[in-house]
């Protein structure tokens, strides 16, 4: 079985300072990864994904992701956060089924930026 | 190009009552997916179309609830008799299976539409 785990409900960061998001899955096989943003009053965004080709994964925004299967880990990152970074964070795992990828998502992290 | 819209955008409901909720995906994409996010929680899935077919429902809480698609177009998600568990933002989403491997495509959510059970 596909699992996801956020290690962080919430992060609070400094503006210009760097963001972590962690996130750990759990899957029996090499899995499809995602990170999706949801900023309030809007649908959900996707910022990066991998599929098994380059373990760093660059996304939209300046975020980046890397997938390391030693530590069965995909954590979002960004150098130097902005004020528009405020928004929740979902990682997402594909869960194949017969027929299809069913996405799993984790609980969600929410970002808070501070000028 | 046009997203995946989602009507309506708001719906406040009496307990009892059915309603629908209608999601036109991203023109040309063969699956379809139904959402519930609950407040404060992560997207719980609940029906997978692939064109107007549904080889998943494992997610629909119960028999109040239902969903048909019309070919690879409309769908539109039915709750009968509503309580208000179900009060959520209920999301769709839309993806183009062609070319990808299983499990690899990118999913465009709608908006979604908030309901709200009294």
């Known amino acids: 079985a596909q699992s996801v785990t956020q290690l962080d409900s919430h992060v609070s960061v400094s503006e210009g300072t760097p963001v972590l998001l962690r996130c750990n899955y759990s899957?029996?096989?090499?899995?499809?990864l995602f990170w999706y943003v949801q900023h309030p009053n809007k649908g959900l965004q996707l910022l990066l994904k991998?599929?098994?080709?380059?373990?760093l994964v660059k996304g939209i925004n300046g975020f980046e992701a890397e997938f390391k299967k030693s530590e069965t880990s995909f954590h979002l990152t960004k150098p130097s956060a902005h004020m528009s970074d405020a928004a929740e964070y979902f990682c997402?795992?594909?869960?194949?089924?017969?027929?299809?990828?069913?996405?799993?998502f984790g609980a969600g992290t929410q970002v808070v930026v501070t000028p | 190009g046009a997203g995946v819209s989602q009507s309506p955008s708001n719906k406040v409901t009496e307990k009892g009552k059915d309603v629908e909720l209608r999601c036109d995906p991203i023109?040309?994409?063969?699956?379809l997916y139904w959402y519930r996010q609950r407040l404060g929680q992560g997207l719980e899935f609940l029906i997978y179309?692939?064109?107007?077919?549904?080889?998943?429902k494992s997610g629909l809480p119960s028999d109040r609830f239902s969903a048909e698609r019309t070919g690879e177009s409309v769908s539109t998600l039915t709750i009968q008799r509503t309580q208000q568990e179900d009060s959520a933002v209920y999301l769709c989403?839309?993806?183009?299976?062609?070319?990808?491997?299983?499990?690899?495509?990118?999913?465009?959510f709608g908006p979604g539409t908030r309901l709200t059970v009294l």
């Open positions: 179309f692939q064109g107007n077919s549904a080889p998943d």
């Open positions: 899957s029996s096989y090499s899995p499809s």
């Open positions: 997402v795992v594909s869960a194949l089924t017969d027929s299809w990828g069913k996405l799993q």
């Open positions: 023109s040309g994409h063969t699956a």
């Open positions: 989403a839309s993806s183009s299976l062609a070319g990808v491997p299983l499990g690899t495509d990118t999913q465009y």
């Open positions: 991998y599929t098994s080709a380059a373990t």
